[in-house]
Structures are given as structure tokens and as C-alpha cells.
């Protein structure tokens, strides 16, 4: 088993809470009178979180295989159960299920480990029957047809484009490690390079008023200063956060934006607090645990003969790093503000839950290696 | 499972096909070693983003970290608010309210914090229209173009009462609101009541409008007095302001802290706002008497009238006319018409005549005193010993002094007078022949003495100095001397007067004059008590004796006869002074008294400066305000009457009092002496033989030893009869109550039979049962 990854992930957990506890306390304080509040329904998470990385590590991983296309249907039911009196709407999107024992399930984050599971069987039993197939245009359609639809999905019905585009996004990073091509994911790469350029260029040649949300939110990202007081809010107190945090931060506890400036500092923004309180050195410190945790299930994913379980630890990586890449990304204004939580640190059951099963398997995969 | 299945096969069937299609194709290749070289060139993208990322942290920190700090504490809210002192409040003697600060509350919409929620603007738009009198339409158009306005005033000044039915309406609503909220779907929810606030701040108000308007003086927002008390104690009325404000601590956190505002200290007036009342009163009348009689304009050009204790330098009263109303000092119209002021505020004249309007005459005016200076030579020669007291004097219409010819009051002349005739008669022969006996030294010496030329000290701010007004020995000649003698040639403010002879009359103390007895912190307790403060001894107490007697002579049988209130001996002095230049036309008159004769209790000193007559130079206008004044006052102040009165007197008593209570009848404001006189001269004769000699066995000290007898065997009637008249003041306003309606009255005139007010604290106070018989004489015992 790889203790590394295991320290690493309790690591990041344990100070996940400390950090939601921190961004979250004021605030708290102010909306329920408990200043733990959210650290009470975290910390529960948490450890129902690592119950099921217990458990889902003592199972074989190879189970899972059986449940591939129950996984996808599952996850695309979960979905469609949303338009049903179980969704819960929060902020105007219905991105909850009422699971109706005071505790809500997000259908996206069973999505993710949904697609991943489907994505590693299908490509090994289909590389079972020629080791080709999958580079066919047909091959290539059963692997990437059903993450498509599923992220529709979940942007449509759940309007949650950073979801959809993590899915896609481990679908293409595992279909990207699977197949010995580079030349159409670098054309893919390009077009998506190209695409962006386009929509920002429509972006800002629309007049100020038209264009959609998201346009504007493109417009926010481009001129932040410019739109201070409303859509660039949150991202400007962000930067103010990173920026006046310095090498060392302002010390444990001690943000000023978590005060009326960054609402909600637990979720998305909690890096920004993370650079305020500790500075660049905890900022690293964090970017390094997940480096480390990457490289772990990178070097887990090579050793793994096992095509089914190599791509599995493939998927989850995918996921993590895509993750923790937007999140910060998002943070840092590098691209335009779209909510994607920080794995194991911001605030959120499911998320922390099925980043902790996801764990579990890795680690059981990790135990079959040499 | 089926179809599962039968897709599988189908698969596997077309991929087995293909295979053999493109084995050529497609190389073979080794898994393994593809998977490896893919994790690496995928580790490879994720750390080049880590490092990106990292990279952008490091910027952003490295180019903005000052720069960002500094928004983020600027951004903080600091912003102090200032909380309000409440400036002391000005009683009078017995607690009358004559100046407070009142918390008003100027209604503050934050409209960028209404807008949080656009549903919040229609419950806050409605209930600022019901409660406050708004147009809404104004206010949605208002906000319509104004979003992000944080400060917009919306009405200024309103009381608590007017503010309150906003607040419970903006809790009751927002409760409601709250509780069908909670169940409400999000598009259903409904708006609250929010982002108004309210501005404390605190307005001076002055209840009783214009009475004692010069002494007390006005004071604006600023919290900055002009004139009178306001002026002169305008640090003690202050304190200090509150402040809530944000600051960092040591750890660079934001903490708020809370100053509370030092309230200003009060002021116990030594003033007597009935007897202040009363003055104002007759002031008034007698100029509404002669308005454009003689010329155009008010009954005189100034008047002014001082009523003091001589035996603490308390001052009573300090009236003064023309007045105007604290509350709005800028009004000219009572005295102007809108074509003068117009034609004012053209020519930049209207802050002069606002100036004049405001000036206390009683303490800022200088005029040449006339005759009423008489007592203070004769005072002079007696106690420099160049006058014994059994001198003649030979007056024949005129003196030749130094080449002048000065003549007499009286043209023919008034024969020969002795000392006490000449100061009755006031005979300007015998005081020049005076002055002469007296010399020039001496009478420097004593103005000196008199401080004539000399600031009181009283506590109001803008007492006029007098030195270059007087003469000194170098420049004082035979002719000065003699004018001086009588009271022309030299300058005085009516309060040196006043103290001066107040000095003369109480055995030679010369008090320092003062408006204020006590100061108060706001929690009521004294910080400090101001006593009687004897300056000097000008004259002998057996002067003081001789000097009173002259003057009782003066006004029992002399010229001052007219100011005598019916049933009272008191002393005075009259004077007519002409006014530079001399050509018989303007005249400042006077009459300065004090009663009783033998055990003075009050001196009141009345100048009117050229009163609006034909024929200036009598000065009976001054005795007879003075008259009117006192018939009112030493009732009112408990002093018994010692005097029979001829039925002359009872007549015109009678009928003084039915005017008075007609006018009472008539309205509210106007008061109404009640039984008070009737009343005294009815206990007073009842009296008399009363057991209670004092030592000087004077007949008034009977009459009070019997009005306290009375007092305490119960019997309210008759102390109301020897109290009266009675003033209802409501101690919270200050303002005076009509006692039928129990509406505040007007104040401007003063006062009302007091039947059934307790809160009187100069009499008893239990006397309701009067009422009925308040308007007849009730001293029956």
C-alpha cells in the first residue's frame, strides 16, 4: 500500500478542516451563532469520508469492473433525478439531491467517479479485442460518446459547467494515456486554444449589455478592475487576499477578507484565504502536497500492470489535477470564474466523500503493485 | 444484460473486422511503454500548470502585496461615526427651563444597501411615504437615478415621536416578512424593510421663545453660544463628543470601539423667569403705548430694566426691549418690514441691525446716567464727611460755573433745600454746590469706589467697558465737576449702576453681580456652587442707613413719588439725562429703587432711552413701569405690604386687576395678577397686631411672620392670598401651562393665576381649591 499517498491525503484532510474552520468561523458565528458550524458538518463528512476510503480499500478493485455501465446509468439517473421534488436549489441552481436523511448528495461528484470507472473498463475490454480499436473513430465514440453526454447533462440540468468540464476532461486524459497518439490531442488542444480566443474575442466586441452570464463573466475575468463592484467581486477581493498575504501571511486565523469581503470563503475562494493567512510559503506548501499526491498516483498508475486498475488511478489523477489546477486557476484570475471547489480543502460532503472512495481504490490498486 | 451483450458481440465482431483491415496501418506498440511515456507527458502538462500557477501566486504577490494591503484596510470600515454631546441645559432660579438640547434625527436613506435586494425598495419606498409624509414617486425616481447613493438625507431634524412609528413598523414588517419568507420559494419571497438610518443629532431649543432672549443668547448646531449666558459659559455648556470607530490592533486587526459623548454641563440661572416675565411685560406694553407716538418707531429707541437681590448681587431679571425669539434669531420681521429688510441685505446692513437686536442693552449700552447718579455724590459726600447731613442749600433756577451758566431742572428755582430736599426735589444747584464741597479728588476717588468706569465682572458675555467714558482727576475741571455732580458728562452701563446702588442701600457691600448660582453636571449633581462675592466696602453701613432714608424720602414725598407700588414704602431715585448733543430734544429717563424701604430686598433699576413722546424729558415713564413692575414683584415675592392704601390706591388697584384678569379670560397667554393684592392688604391689616416683632419691628415682618403662621396652621388660603400671583411652568419644558386646558401656553406674556399647579416652588403649591374664588380677595384670615 502507498503510505505516501495515504499521509498526504490525511494530511490534506486535517488541514482542510483547519482551513474551513478558519474561512468559515466569522461567518458562521454571524449566520448560525456557532462559529463551527461548518466545521461540524465537514468534520462528519470527513470521517464518513475516510470510513468509505477504509472500506472501499479492502475491496478488490477489480469489482468495480462489473459495475461499469451501472456506474454511467447510475450517475446519468442521479441526474435526471434533479428535475424531481429531490433537487435542492441553492444560489439558483438545483446542483443537490435531498437524500431525505438530512444530508444532500451532489450527482455530479458521483459523475465523476461514475465516468471514471465506466471510462477504465470500457477501454480495457475494448483493448481486450484488438489493441487498436480504441484508436478508431468508432472505438473513440463508445469511450467519449457517454462522458459527453453525461456533462451535457450535468451542465444543462444542474448548470454546472465546472463539473462538465471535468468530466470531459478526465475522459480525454484517460483516453489521452490509453491510445499511443499525440497529434490529435495537440490539434485538440490547439482548437480548444482557438476557441477560447474566439469566445473572447466575441466577448468583448459585444456590446457591454448583450451577451450572456457566462459572456459577461469573460468580460469580468479580461477587466476585473472594471467590474470591481459586481461580477468581479469575488475574484478582486481574491487577488486582494493572495496579494496582501506576502511570503508569509498574515498568520492562522487572521484574514480580513474572510470578513464581509470573500462570502462563502470556505468553498471555491478557501486558496485565496490559504495565501492570505499563510502567505506564497503555505501556498506552495499546498500546490507541493498535491504535486506529491499526483506524482503518487502517477507512479501507482505505471507500476499497475493491470490495464483496468492502471486506468482507474489514470482517472482519479485526471480528476484531482484538474481540479486543483482550475480551483486555483479560477483564484488567481488566470481564467474566467467558475466554481470548482479545491479537493479535500474547501467546504462540501459529497466532494470530500468521493475524493476520499476514490482514494480507497487507488490505495487498494497500490497494494497489488510491486 | 441482453443487450449489453448482444452490443458486445456486435463489437467485437466489427473490431476484429477492422483489425484485419488496418493491421497494416496502425503499428503495433507496446502498451507498457506508451502508458509510461503518456503519464510522464501528462505529469509533465499538470506540473507546467503547477509552475504557471505558481508563478502567477509569486507575481501577484510580488507586484501587489503593498499595494493590496492597502485596500484591504481601506476597504474596512473605520469610518468613525461621531456621537453627539448634549449641550447643559439653562434653568432658571426655580427650574424653569430656559435653554436645552433636544436629540432630533435626520432620516438617512442608504440606497446601495436598499438595493441588495430589489424587492426591498417597495416596502421601504411605502413605509418612508406613510410615515414620513414623502412623495414616493420622488423617492423611486430618486433612487432610479441615484443606485448607488449611500447618504441621501431625507428629512431633517425630526423628533423621537415622529421617528418611531417608522421603526415599529419597519420591525413589525420585517418580522412578518421573515416568517413568510422562511416558507416562500425563492421567486416568491418578498422584500424588507431596509437601508434607512437615523442621524442623531441635538437642536438647542429655548421654550420660552423670546423671554430673556439678550441674556440667555442663542447657540446654533455648532454648538457655539452667541451673546448672554451661551456666550459666556459657552465651555461649561459643552462637552465632549463621542466617537465609534474602527482601528487596527497590533496584529493587524480590525477592532471597533465605542467613546461615549461627555454631555455638557448645566447652568442654575439666579434669574426669576416670572420676575423676568414680568418686566419683559411692561417693557413691551409701554412701547406697544407709544409706537410712532413721536416719530416712527418703537415706544423708545432702548429700554431696558434690571431687577437684583442687593444683598447677594444675584441678578433677578435683565430685560430688555426690543427682543426677539431665541428659536429664531434671525427674524427681523417683527421689526422690519420685507422692503426694509430687502433693502438690509442690499446695503449689508442686516447683520448690523440683527447686531443691535441682539446686543444686551443692560450691560452693553453706555448713556450718561442723570439725577439717579445724585445718590451716588450724595452717598460720596456723606461718607467722605464734606457733607454732615444739616446743610441748605440756596437753588435760584441756575449755577455760574466756570463761565457756565448750568441751570436747575426747575427754571424758577427751589429756594432753599436742605440735604434731604435736594436729593427729593433734585435740585442740580445744591449737588453742583455738593460736588464743589466734595472736590474733584474725592469724587474720582469715590466713582472709583462706585466702579464707575469699571467692568462688573458679571458673568455675561459683552460687557461694555466704561474707562474712557468717565473722568479721571487730570481731566476732570470745575465745569466736569459740577455736571458729574448730577449725573451728566460721564458714561455708565445700567448693571454698574445697579450694583453701585445696590452698594449704597445694603450697608456699603458692593457684591459682584452674577447670572449663574449653581453649574450641574448632566447627572444633576452640583460641580459648582457660585457664592456671593463681596468686592468691596464702598460706603459705611451708617451711610448705607442715611442714604436709604433719603432715598425713601425721595420717593415718599420727592420726585420719585410715581413709582411707589400701592401699599409699599420703597426708596429710589429718578433721573433725566440729555443727550449729547444738548438741545433739549432727546433724553435718557431712569428710575432706580429699591424695596422696602428699610430692609431692601430687591433693587430695580428701569432706563428708557428717548422714549417715543413729544415732550422726552419725565421721568415718570421710567416710574411708571416701575410702579407696574413692582406691584406685581414683591407680592410675588413674598413682601408684605406695609402701607395703608388711600382708596385712590384700592380703586385703581381693583382696576388694575380686573384688567388683568380680563385679559386672563381673554387667552391664555395673558396672565392675571389674581387675588394677590386684595389679598395682602386684607391679611396685612389682619395682621398687624400680630405677636411677631422683629427687631426693627417693622410692620412687614409681621405681615410675613403671619403669612408663615398661617402657612403652617394649614391654612392654604391664606397663603395663597399673600403668594400670589402664581405661575404655572410645566419643570420639564419650562414652558407655561394653560391650567384649563392643559395645553402649553404662549410665553411671551408671562404668566396666569396659578389656581391648582403644584409646580410652583416659590409658594405653597397645594391650592386648587382656590380656583373658584382665585378672582375675588380671599385674605380672610
Not at chain 2, 606 to 611: A, H
Amino acid at each position: 500500500m502507498d503510505y505516501v499517498l495515504l499521509a498526504v491525503v490525511l494530511f490534506l484532510a486535517g488541514f482542510g478542516l483547519l482551513m474551513v474552520y478558519s474561512a468559515s468561523s466569522y461567518e458562521a458565528g454571524i449566520d448560525f451563532g456557532d462559529s463551527a458550524y461548518y466545521l461540524k458538518r465537514q468534520g462528519f463528512s470527513t470521517v464518513l469520508g475516510f470510513i468509505a476510503m477504509f472500506f472501499v480499500s479492502k475491496i478488490n478493485y477489480k469489482v468495480w469492473q462489473r459495475f461499469d455501465v451501472a456506474a454511467l446509468l447510475v450517475s446519468v439517473a442521479l441526474i435526471f433525478l434533479l428535475l424531481t421534488p429531490l433537487g435542492v436549489t441553492k444560489n439558483g441552481a438545483t446542483r443537490w439531491l435531498d437524500l431525505k436523511i438530512g444530508l444532500t448528495l451532489q450527482p455530479a461528484e458521483v459523475a465523476k467517479i461514475g465516468i471514471i470507472i465506466y471510462l477504465a473498463s470500457i477501454i480495457q475490454r475494448l483493448e481486450e479485442r484488438g489493441k487498436n480499436i480504441i484508436r478508431t473513430p468508432k472505438g473513440v465514440a463508445i469511450i467519449m460518446v457517454p462522458p459527453t453526454i453525461v456533462a451535457g447533462l450535468i451542465y444543462i440540468i444542474s448548470d454546472n459547467l465546472s463539473s462538465a468540464i471535468i468530466v470531459m476532461g478526465i475522459a480525454v486524459a484517460m483516453l489521452f494515456v490509453a491510445v499511443p497518439d499525440y497529434k490529435w490531442f495537440v490539434l485538440l488542444g490547439a482548437a480548444a486554444v482557438a476557441g477560447v480566443i474566439l469566445v473572447v474575442v466575441i466577448a468583448t466586441s459585444g456590446d457591454a449589455e448583450g451577451g450572456t452570464f457566462r459572456m459577461a463573466r469573460i468580460r469580468a475575468w479580461l477587466d476585473p478592475e472594471a467590474y470591481s463592484t459586481d461580477r468581479a467581486f469575488q475574484t478582486i477581493q481574491a487577488l486582494y487576499a493572495i496579494g496582501s498575504g506576502g511570503i508569509w501571511g498574515k498568520g492562522l486565523g487572521q484574514s480580513m477578507q474572510k470578513r464581509n469581503f470573500l462570502p462563502e470563503a470556505q468553498n471555491d475562494m478557501i486558496f485565496s484565504i490559504i495565501c492570505e493567512e499563510l502567505g506564497l510559503f503555505g501556498a506552495m506548501t499546498v500546490i507541493l502536497l498535491f504535486v506529491v499526491l499526483i506524482w503518487s498516483c502517477m507512479v501507482i498508475a505505471n507500476k499497475t500492470s493491470d490495464r483496468f486498475g492502471s486506468l482507474l488511478v489514470v482517472g482519479v489523477m485526471a480528476h484531482y489535477a484538474i481540479q486543483v489546477i482550475l480551483n486555483i486557476a479560477v483564484v488567481t484570475n488566470s481564467i474566467p470564474n467558475t466554481g470548482i471547489t479545491l479537493p479535500f480543502i474547501s467546504y462540501g460532503g459529497s466532494a470530500i466523500l468521493f475524493l476520499l472512495s476514490e482514494i480507497g481504490i487507488v490505495l487498494n490498486i497500490s497494494k497489488k503493485c510491486k | 444484460m441482453a443487450v449489453k451483450a448482444a452490443g458486445k458481440r456486435q463489437n467485437t465482431r466489427t473490431a476484429v473486422k477492422r483489425r484485419n483491415v488496418r493491421t497494416n496501418k496502425i503499428r503495433r506498440f507496446d502498451q507498457q511503454r506508451v502508458k509510461t511515456m503518456k503519464l510522464a507527458a501528462m505529469m509533465m502538462i499538470i506540473l507546467l500548470a503547477f509552475s504557471g500557477l505558481s508563478y502567477r501566486l509569486y507575481t501577484i504577490t510580488r507586484d501587489n502585496n503593498a499595494e493590496y494591503q492597502k485596500r484591504i484596510l481601506s476597504q474596512q470600515r473605520y469610518d468613525s461615526t461621531t456621537l453627539p454631546f448634549k449641550r447643559g441645559t439653562i434653568t432658571d432660579r426655580n427650574g424653569t427651563i430656559l435653554a436645552v438640547s433636544e436629540k432630533v434625527y435626520n432620516v438617512i436613506l442608504d440606497c446601495k444597501v436598499m438595493l441588495d435586494d430589489e424587492k426591498n425598495q417597495e416596502p421601504t419606498v411605502s413605509a418612508l411615504a406613510e410615515c414620513f409624509g414623502l412623495s414616493s414617486s420622488e423617492l423611486n425616481s430618486y433612487i432610479q437615478e441615484n443606485p448607488n447613493s449611500q447618504y441621501y438625507v431625507l428629512k431633517k431634524r425630526i423628533t423621537y415621536d415622529e421617528m418611531s412609528p417608522f421603526l415599529e413598523r419597519q420591525s413589525t414588517y420585517n418580522a412578518e416578512t421573515a416568517k413568510y419568507n422562511a416558507k416562500a420559494k425563492k421567486e416568491e419571497k418578498r422584500g424588507v424593510i431596509s437601508g434607512v438610518w437615523f442621524e442623531e443629532e441635538y437642536i438647542r431649543r429655548y421654550p420660552n421663545n423670546a423671554l430673556a432672549c439678550d441674556v440667555i443668547g442663542f447657540t446654533g448646531t455648532d454648538n457655539n453660544g452667541t451673546y448672554g449666558l451661551e456666550e459666556y459659559y459657552n465651555d461649561t455648556l459643552n462637552g465632549t463628543n463621542g466617537r465609534e470607530y474602527g482601528y487596527l490592533n497590533e496584529d493587524a486587526t480590525l477592532e471597533r470601539t465605542t467613546v461615549a459623548a461627555v454631555d455638557g454641563n448645566s447652568l442654575v440661572s439666579t434669574m426669576d423667569a416670572n420676575i423676568q416675565a414680568i418686566c419683559e411685560k411692561y417693557l413691551k406694553q409701554f412701547s406697544d403705548e407709544h409706537t410712532n407716538e413721536a416719530r416712527e418707531g418703537l415706544g423708545f429707541e432702548n429700554a431696558g430694566i434690571i431687577a437684583m437681590n442687593p444683598n447677594n448681587g444675584e441678578i433677578l431679571a435683565m430685560a430688555s426691549y426690543p427682543n426677539f425669539d431665541l428659536n429664531n434669531p434671525k427674524d427681523l420681521s417683527a421689526y422690519y418690514t420685507q422692503e426694509q429688510i430687502d433693502a438690509m441685505n442690499e446695503e449689508d446692513t442686516y447683520y448690523d441691525a440683527l447686531n443691535k437686536l441682539w446686543r444686551n442693552f443692560c450691560i452693553s449700552d453706555t448713556y450718561e446716567p442723570g439725577s439717579t447718579a445724585k445718590s451716588l455724590t450724595l452717598a460720596a459726600g456723606l461718607e467722605s464727611g464734606k457733607i454732615i447731613g444739616n446743610e441748605s442749600y440756596e437753588c435760584g433756577g441756575s449755577l455760574t460755573v466756570a463761565d457756565h451758566d448750568i441751570s436747575c431742572n426747575v427754571k424758577q428755582g427751589h429756594g432753599t433745600l436742605d440735604v434731604a430736599g435736594a436729593l427729593e426735589q433734585s435740585c442740580n444747584v445744591a449737588f453742583m454746590k455738593m460736588g464743589e464741597a466734595i472736590g474733584v479728588k474725592n469724587t474720582v476717588k469715590f466713582e472709583n469706589i462706585f466702579n464707575i468706569g469699571l467692568k462688573t465682572n458679571i458673568d455675561l458675555a459683552g460687557e461694555a467697558r466704561t474707562a474712557s467714558l468717565v473722568y479721571s482727576e487730570d481731566t476732570m475741571g470745575p465745569a466736569e465737576l459740577a455736571t458729574c455732580s448730577f449725573g451728566q458728562g460721564f458714561n455708565v452701563t445700567m448693571i454698574e449702576m445697579a450694583c453701585a446702588f445696590s452698594s449704597i442701600i445694603n450697608g456699603g457691600y458692593y457684591y459682584e453681580p452674577h447670572m449663574v448660582s449653581k453649574i450641574t453636571n448632566s447627572s444633576g449633581s452640583v460641580v459648582k456652587n457660585i457664592e456671593p462675592r463681596v468686592i468691596k466696602q464702598t460706603i459705611s453701613n451708617t451711610t448705607s442707613e442715611q442714604m436709604r432714608n433719603y432715598l425713601y424720602l425721595t420717593v415718599a414725598e420727592g420726585t420719585g413719588k410715581s413709582a411707589r407700588p400701592a401699599g409699599y414704602a420703597i426708596g429710589g431715585k429718578t433721573g433725566t439725562a440729555e443727550m449729547v448733543p444738548r438741545d433739549h430734544k432727546n433724553y435718557v429717563v431712569s428710575f432706580i429703587g429699591f424695596a422696602p424701604a428699610d430692609d431692601p430686598q430687591i433693587v430695580i433699576y428701569c432706563v428708557i432711552d428717548r422714549p417715543n413722546v413729544a415732550d422726552q424729558p419725565h421721568a415718570t415713564y421710567a416710574t411708571g413701569i416701575v410702579k407696574s413692575v413692582l406691584t406685581e414683584v414683591l407680592p410675588y415675592m413674598h413682601i408684605a405690604t406695609t402701607e395703608e392704601m388711600t382708596i385712590a390706591e384700592q380703586e385703581e388697584m381693583d382696576h388694575l386687576l380686573e384688567n388683568m384678569i380680563n385679559a386672563g379670560k381673554e387667552s391664555a397667554e395673558n396672565a392675571e395678577n389674581g387675588d394677590g393684592e386684595a389679598g395682602n392688604g386684607g391679611e396685612n391689616s389682619s395682621n398687624e397686631n400680630g405677636e411677631n416683632g422683629s427687631d426693627e419691628g417693622s410692620e412687614n415682618k409681621n405681615g410675613e411672620n403671619g403669612s408663615n403662621e398661617n402657612g403652617e396652621n394649614g391654612s392654604d388660603e391664606g397663603d395663597n392670598a399673600n403668594s400670589a400671583p402664581r405661575y404655572t411652568v410645566d419643570p420639564n419644558t419650562g414652558e407655561l401651562i394653560d391650567t384649563e386646558t392643559g395645553e402649553p401656553a404662549q410665553v411671551q406674556s408671562s404668566f396666569e393665576n396659578g389656581n391648582g399647579d403644584n409646580t410652583d416652588n416659590t409658594g405653597n403649591s397645594d391650592n386648587s381649591g382656590n380656583s373658584d374664588t382665585a378672582n375675588s380677595p380671599t385674605g380672610s384670615n
